[in-house]
């Protein structure tokens, strides 16, 4: 690669990615202040000239409950724990107060409107890849509704982030078979690896790294990593703004230095976060946001950093390689 790049990944799933974790009626201001705050990213990404890939849930594409139940596939995930299902959970929440937490068709059309940016998929339901239960078959239904759902919406899904980071490489082919052509995959390092098994150990270590550590989270290579199919490395997960100032500091000046070290020697470095990681505090991890797209100018103006989503940083590796 000629120049570096940032690249940054959004998970935007609303309440799809947490309902087993969450008591949705204590999260719903929470929610509508993501729903709120995606615009104003939107005119940040806008003015600082940043292409980004959203990596969406399917079910935020349905209008409401009466289409959602329309659209359950033939074939459900059997997860071993009854909790994971997002089928099971979507049936004993409908009513009308949870449709906003739900459901985003105006958003994603606002998104596909919006300079430089990509819709990709998290999976209809918010698959999980690695639990008990899960198979080839009910992975390739749910793909292929999330696949049917971006169509509806004139959007041709290439790129794929798995959801809570479960990456399994035998479903590459399923990936290749509907059309995508690059997904997300965690970071070299240990604590990153089982993302299912959350100790307390691999979360401490995940923790301390978004403050102290070594400057190695960028990269030049995006490999195939399965026929037709190229994986590209989260580097760095922006976690949200904790209120505590100094630690806050902190961690944006890493995020500034790992920057600064992947734009001098020409490699990539991949931010993510999911956008509800915003709905607590908005105001302050917008202003966070700002620095850092400052920081990425600063880079641009003098090293010739680029921006590119993850279809656009696969098509630059594709390239490369011909």
């Given amino acids: 690669m000629e120049n570096g790049a940032l690249v940054i990944s959004l998970d935007f799933e609303l309440l799809w990615g947490v309902f ?5 009626k204590e999260k719903k201001e929470y929610f509508q202040n993501t729903k709120k705050v995606i615009p104003e990213i939107l005119q940040l990404f806008e003015k600082y000239e940043i292409q980004c890939t959203w990596a969406t849930v399917g079910m935020l594409f349905n209008e409401n409950w009466d289409e959602w139940n329309h659209n359950i596939p033939e074939i459900l995930p059997d997860y071993e724990n009854d909790k994971l299902s997002a089928y099971k959970y979507g049936k004993s929440i409908q009513n009308k107060g949870t449709e906003e937490l739900c459901f985003a068709p105006e958003l994603i059309k606002l998104i596909t409107e919006s300079p430089g940016q990509e819709i990709g998929t998290h999976t209809y339901s918010h698959y999980y890849c690695l639990e008990p239960g899960q198979n080839i078959k009910s992975f390739h239904t749910d793909l292929q509704k999330s696949k049917h759902l971006a169509e509806s919406f004139g959007i041709e899904l290439k790129s794929l982030v798995f959801p809570r980071n479960q990456y399994n490489l035998d479903y590459l082919e399923v990936c290749r078979e509907m059309g995508l052509e690059t997904v997300r995959t965690n970071p070299d390092v240990w604590y990153w690896e089982n993302t299912q098994e959350n100790s307390f150990q691999r979360k ?9 550590g070594l400057n190695n989270k960028s990269y030049t290579d995006v490999p195939e990593i399965a026929p037709g199919i190229s994986g590209q490395k989260a580097s760095r997960l922006l976690r949200p703004n904790s209120g505590r100032n100094f630690l806050d500091r902190v961690r944006i ?17 991949h931010l993510w ?3 509800h990681n915003f709905g607590g505090k908005p105001e302050k991890n917008l202003l966070e946001l700002k620095v850092i797209l400052e920081h990425f100018k600063t880079c641009q103006n003098k090293f010739g950093f680029q921006s590119l989503n993850m279809a ?11």
């Fill in 312 to 322: 656009g940083i696969n098509q630059t590796a594709v390239g490369n390689d011909e």
């Fill in 20 to 24: 087993d974790k969450v008591d949705w």
């Fill in 253 to 269: 000046k890493r995020i500034q230095s790992e920057m600064s070290s992947a734009a001098k020697n020409n490699e990539v470095y």
């Fill in 273 to 275: 976060w999911h956008p």
């Fill in 204 to 212: 401490i270590f995940r923790t301390g790294d978004a403050y102290i």
